[in-house]
């Protein structure tokens, strides 16, 4: 391989593009100092790939970048294009003739290479450069002073170049990029190497979870099969009592409100009867009274009649006559009076008698009013009856421990033997209402879990259940929990969705203290208020979240459901909450029972009114009708008597007798007799009928308590009955997912009930004595071992690529050894002789410094030219050192030729004697090495194939051009007189 042109435009002094063309052999380029005939040696290093601005002598990359002068301006841009002979195949270019370039522009700070015009990586210029051994770092180009720096480099220096010479510099590059992929693979073995040894630890544990996991499904699955069928019989069983119940409620009804008109009947007939008994009283005493003076009347009478007799007799006869007369004008008198009185009456009983069915349509009525608001007044009694036994049966499930596990009892029971006892999870968490149903069901039994503060606690409770054979209880001590989270990336698309209510840790209130533990319970289960939208979120959340909806329903990790028909049983959360708002009903509910009562008892009033102003109106009219009759039969009795009057009035005249008044008080006092007889019979028979009706109604009021004693107890069974049901269904539907329909098809009515019901316990205990079973640890562990499998296989795959790169490295290392060793012995034969012909006789060798370690040896040069000892380079005089590093360069380009080298003022420190030894050497070995040479020495320009010239024709401005060597003599002379 060949240089055959080197490009140079804007590239520090190459203001004007400059061409340089090689035909191979030797080159020299000469030039005044400051011509800038070093700057090509920078070119060509610049497009190999430095990096370093100290090396191309500038501050900074942009440096190489024409800067401009007095008569140029700056350039923005600085561009080199080397062009190579391959037609050897130095390079594994598939191509005769390559170039490649770099550009940097100004500003920019980013560099351009090319290879043949395309843009390519500076990686791939160094590896085409290490590849035909003239890399930056090589001997191909020996920079200005730097040629005794080989002499005096430390031995790993050296060693740099005997790898550049042996070309195992590209396997060192190589090696170090594969031990850098070896770092990065022992890294990932690492990480993957933590990872496996992680999941092996979660295994173990996950193993027994799932194996604790089966159990308790395998016991769940028998306590489902006996407790569905109690479920069922306890179901239909109250079900069946409840309906005897409500028919027993309607019966009671048609009873009671059979009773309550019997009663109101009876209530109207005995005031009606008092009525009637007292006004009959009255008259019995007004008929005794009047009876009393008649017979007073009669005993003066018959007095007066003895003493008068005699008297009478004379004078009456006349007397008689006028008092007769008189009594018929009287008669007339009355008859007229009776006859205005009768019809007067007759009038009146026709009014009352139509007032009276008046008042009697609007009691009808009224006691419609009544039945309908004694039912609603029912009605509201049992509401309150129904929120009173709910009261009850709630305070029974809050002050009966019955349901807890016998350990969590004694635990709770003893908690004053443990200091750090705070409470169970349900006594801690605080629940809305909204959300108690969500949170009961993802808890479920850890609501049992007892809450204390560090795990000695724990483990002194633990030691007191096994002492004492309390049980088995579960702990969660607040020292030992982590908080469990939603990723955040997760829970921002989860707040997005509709739907979304929130993360469960943050729906629920506890005390600061127990923030860790609302947070490892539920920090990692979101809150939906459907199943259809929990379902969406789990699937867009790929079913990484347990998910429970407002309801109840749960879509748990992985994409198993549960759920169904709500329940109205009782809820663990807010106990006292519950009652408070159930007792909120009581007050509304009296009022309003007090409301219909009042009603109740102002329409009663007003029937009580109606029916007793009925009453007085019958009896008033009863005592019309008696007096309308009385007067009727005074009419007759007066007609009668006038009659009687004018037929005796004759007689009386002629038979004057005193015994007529004395008669005729004796019939009055018979017709008195007569009517108190009459009217005492009749009251005697109402006293009797009153007293019926008073027994009558006791035995109603009576009868009347009895079945509302029994209706309530009926009431406080029924809402037991309909909460036993709830419970039933709650269960079926909450731990089985059934409704009861589908629970009938495992009902089994010929099982054993005291038996099933003793299994079911101890099937619950053995759960119970399981503790906290992780259910989802099946297919948790399944995921794990799936993973681990896979890491395990990741492993396996960077172990094989660790053990290949370890085998490539082990490869370079014995090619990298073979080549040196190869080298160094090839370079030490030809050492020898070169620096005995540059000296002219002397010893010199090359050494390992640790031949034990050829792949890392350092290597030393030992030199003795002609008359002097061996000593350290260093201590050789300049000129010395130059001729040493020479003598070395030119048994390496002998030994291993390299295709380019170029010398830039290395022969400064010769003498002319060895300055031409120094020419006359490189023409030995330019058949095989391409050599361009930068000099001012006339020994050199006198032996090379061409010379180039430097000049700054323009200010600061380099240009070439080819010269002779009388022109090369007065260039040196120049640069000798500059």
């Not at 770099?102 to 990586?121: F, P, S, T």
């Not at 015994?659 to 009517?675: E, F, I, V, Y």
């Amino acid at each position: 391989m060949k240089l055959i042109k080197v490009e140079a435009h804007g590239f520090k002094s190459f203001a004007d593009k400059v061409t340089l063309m090689f035909d191979g052999g030797v080159v020299a380029i000469i030039g005044p100092n400051g011509s800038g005939k070093s700057n090509i040696n920078d070119a060509i290093r610049w497009v190999l790939g430095e990096t370093s601005s100290k090396a191309l002598r500038g501050d900074n990359m942009e440096d190489v970048i024409f800067s401009g002068s007095k008569t140029e301006k700056e350039m923005n841009r600085a561009e080199v294009i080397l062009t190579f002979d391959n037609r050897d195949r130095a390079v594994s270019i598939p191509h005769d003739f390559f170039t490649i370039s770099r550009v940097l522009h100004r500003g920019k700070g980013q560099n351009e290479y090319y290879i043949n015009g395309e843009l390519a990586r500076q990686k791939d210029i160094k590896e085409i450069a290490m590849e035909s051994g003239i890399s930056k770092s090589s001997l191909a180009i020996i920079s200005q002073g730097t040629i005794s720096d080989i002499a005096e480099a430390t031995p790993e220096r050296r060693r740099e170049i005997f790898e550049e010479a042996s070309g195992t510099s590209m396997y060192r590059v190589r090696k170090i990029e594969a031990q850098r992929k070896l770092e990065r693979t022992q890294e990932a073995l690492d990480q993957i190497t933590v990872l496996v040894q992680e999941l092996e630890k979660q295994l173990k544990p996950l193993q027994r979870q799932a194996e604790k996991a089966k159990i308790y499904k395998e016991k769940t699955e028998q306590l489902k099969d006996v407790e569905v069928t109690l479920l069922v019989h306890d179901f239909i069983n109250f079900s069946e009592r409840l309906t005897v119940l409500e028919k027993d409620a309607k019966e009671f009804e048609f009873v009671k409100e059979d009773l309550e008109t019997r009663i109101s009947t009876y209530e109207a007939a005995i005031k009606q009867k008092s009525t009637i008994i007292n006004d009959l009283e009255k008259t019995v005493e007004t008929i005794q009274n009047e009876l009393e003076k008649v017979k007073n009347d009669i005993t003066s009478l018959e007095i007066r009649s003895a003493k008068e007799t005699k008297h009478r007799e004379m004078v009456l006869s006349g007397e008689i006559k006028v008092s007769t007369q008189d009594q018929i004008a009287s008669l007339k008198e009355l008859l007229s009076e009776l006859s205005t009185k009768i019809s007067s009456y007759k009038k009146f009983i026709s009014d009352k008698s139509t007032e009276i069915s008046e008042i009697q349509e609007r009691t009808v009525k009224r006691s419609s009013s009544i039945s309908e608001l004694k039912r609603q007044f029912t009605s509201e009694a049992e509401k309150l009856n129904r929120v009173k036994s709910r009261i009850e049966v709630i305070k029974e499930v809050r002050d009966n421990r019955s349901n807890l596990a016998k350990g969590t009892k004694n635990v709770i029971e003893n908690a004053h033997l443990f200091r750090g006892y705070k409470a169970l999870v349900s006594q801690i968490i605080e629940v809305d209402a909204k959300y108690a149903r969500a949170i009961e069901t993802v808890l479920a039994s850890a609501l049992q879990h007892i809450v204390v503060d560090k795990s000695e606690t724990a483990v002194a409770a633990i030691e007191f259940l096994k002492q004492n054979n309390g049980g088995r209880a579960t702990f969660i001590p607040l020292a030992s929990i982590n908080p469990r989270m939603v990723n955040e990336q997760h829970l921002v698309v989860a707040q997005t969705q509709r739907g979304f209510l929130g993360v469960a840790s943050e729906l629920v209130q506890s005390d600061s203290e127990y923030e860790i533990l609302r947070r490892f319970l539920l920090g990692n289960i979101l809150v939906v208020d459907t199943i259809d939208n929990a379902n969406r979120i789990s699937k867009l959340l790929e079913k990484r979240y347990m998910v429970v909806t407002l309801d109840g329903d749960i879509i748990r990790v992985g994409g198993v459901m549960s759920g169904g028909e709500a329940s109205q049983a009782v809820s663990v959360f807010g106990i006292d909450e519950q009652i408070k708002e159930l007792e909120k009903y009581i007050p509304a509910l009296e009022k309003n029972l007090a409301t219909l009562s009042e009603k109740i008892n102002n329409l009663e009033y007003e029937q009580q009114k109606d029916i007793t102003y009925s009453t007085n109106l019958t009896l008033e009219k009863t005592s019309y009708e008696s007096q309308h009759e009385l007067l009727i039969q005074k009419f007759d009795d007066a007609r009668v008597k006038y009659q009687q009057l004018s037929d005796e009035k004759l007689e009386l005249e002629e038979n004057i007798d005193f015994a007529a008044s004395l008669n005729s008080l004796s019939l009055k006092r018979s017709d008195l007799n007569a009517s108190l007889r009459t009217q005492s019979e009749i009251l005697r028979n109402l006293r009797e009928e009153l007293y019926q009706l008073n027994f009558k109604k006791s035995e109603a009021d009576v009868e009347i308590r009895d079945i509302l004693n029994q209706n309530a107890s009926k009431i406080a069974e029924k809402a037991r009955a309909e909460s036993a049901i709830e419970n039933a269904k709650k269960r079926l539907s909450e731990q089985y997912g059934m409704l009861f329909e589908t629970a009938k098809e495992f009902y089994n009515p010929e099982i054993d009930f005291a038996v099933a019901r003793k299994l079911v316990e101890g099937l619950r205990q053995d759960l119970r004595e399981l503790g906290h079973v992780n259910l989802d640890a099946i297919q948790q562990l399944e995921e794990v071992e799936s993973r681990y499998n896979s890491v395990k296989e990741q492993e396996e795959e960077i172990v094989n690529a660790k053990n290949t790169i370890e085998e490539a490295i082990e490869e370079m290392d014995k090619i990298i050894v073979d080549r040196i060793s190869q080298t160094v012995d090839l370079v030490n034969g030809e050492f020898k002789f070169v620096f005995a012909k540059m000296f002219g006789g002397g010893m010199a060798e090359i050494r390992y410094t640790d031949p034990e370690n050829l792949l890392e040896s350092g290597i030393d040069v030992i030199a003795q030219p002609p008359g002097k000892s061996i000593k350290n380079l260093k201590l050789f005089s300049g000129g010395e050192k130059a001729l040493i590093a020479i003598s070395l360069l030119f048994s390496i380009l002998k030994a291993k030729p390299l295709p380019l080298c170029i010398l830039d003022e290395v022969e400064a420190a010769l003498d002319e004697a060895n300055v031409i030894r120094f020419a006359e050497f490189l023409q030995s070995l330019k058949t095989d090495t391409q050599f361009i040479v930068i000099t001012h020495r006339q020994g050199t320009m006198e032996r090379v194939d061409k010379l180039y010239g430097a000049t700054m024709q323009k200010r600061g401005v380099t240009t070439f051009f080819s010269v002779n060597l009388s022109e090369a003599k007065k260039l040196v002379d120049e640069n000798t007189n500059n």
